[in-house]
């Protein structure tokens, strides 16, 4: 099983630059999420789809734009690429946000995309 | 807002230690915490999830424990081996449904 895909693996930009970094998942899971991963700062969310059709900002969303495509595929945009924005970028599913049953709150994360921005 | 501790940040053992990791947060409000491990340049690996009403989880040599009154969750690894190497992050998901994640203990075991 593929689970979740992200593309590129890797990318270099230069300032002001655009992109769209993709995610899908094959596990028809509800929500999925696009995470930043920082040294020292961890892992932080930028933007979430609930469900299909819903889109909401995480902790550092300003920068980017999310697209849900459909339940599989969620993409994320950099519209004006900044070195701010140099990081590794990871996507990720689950079958529900929270609550309910347990094993349907298990987020499952793709390898991550390597972004740099000169 | 969520802040979430890891300690410690480092850790390096002899193969067939018994560890304790553990995660600490300040806001009691949860949904659910999860485990897990990153290898070096790879993404994340889900270990064990344990809800807000729930105490523990086990899978294998891991036992994660959750005592939300204090705002903490260990994280147990039975008889470390080499391959337990990796980093370990714990993540808080609040109200808002956005996880916050620790920075993550690093753990070497070696033979």
């Known amino acids: 099983n593929a689970g979740v895909t992200q593309t590129p693996k890797f990318q270099v930009l230069k300032t002001g630059q655009s992109m769209t970094l993709q995610c899908a998942q094959d596990?028809?899971?509800?929500?999925m999420y696009w995470y930043r991963q920082d040294p020292g700062m961890g892992l932080r969310l930028i933007y979430y789809?609930?469900?299909?059709?819903?889109?909401d900002k995480g902790e550092v969303p300003n920068g980017y734009n999310v697209s849900r495509l459909n339940k599989r595929e969620f993409s994320l945009r950099l519209e004006s690429a900044a070195p701010s924005q140099t990081s590794v970028y990871f996507c990720?599913?689950?079958?529900?946000?929270?609550?309910?049953?347990?094993?349907?709150?298990?987020?499952?994360f793709g390898a991550g995309t390597r972004l740099s921005v000169l | 807002k969520q802040e979430v501790t890891q300690i410690p940040a480092a850790l390096s053992v002899p193969e067939g230690e018994n560890l304790v990791l553990n995660c600490s947060f300040t806001?009691?409000?949860?949904?659910?915490l999860q485990w897990f491990r990153q290898d070096p340049g790879k993404g994340l690996t889900s270990l064990l999830l344990?809800?807000?009403?729930?105490r523990e989880q086990t899978s294998g040599r891991l036992n994660a424990s959750l005592d939300k009154s204090s705002g903490r969750s260990t994280l147990y690894i039975a008889a470390s081996q080499p391959g337990d190497s990796a980093t370990y992050l714990c993540?808080?998901?609040?109200?808002?449904?956005?996880?916050?994640f620790g920075r993550g203990t690093s753990l070497i075991v070696h033979p």
């Open positions: 596990m028809n899971h509800n929500s």
């Open positions: 993540a808080v998901k609040g109200g808002s449904y956005i996880p916050t």
């Open positions: 789809s609930a469900s299909e059709g819903t889109t």
């Open positions: 344990i809800q807000s009403s729930q």
């Open positions: 806001d009691s409000a949860i949904y659910n």
């Open positions: 990720a599913s689950s079958e529900a946000p929270a609550g309910g049953d347990r094993a349907k709150n298990i987020q499952y």
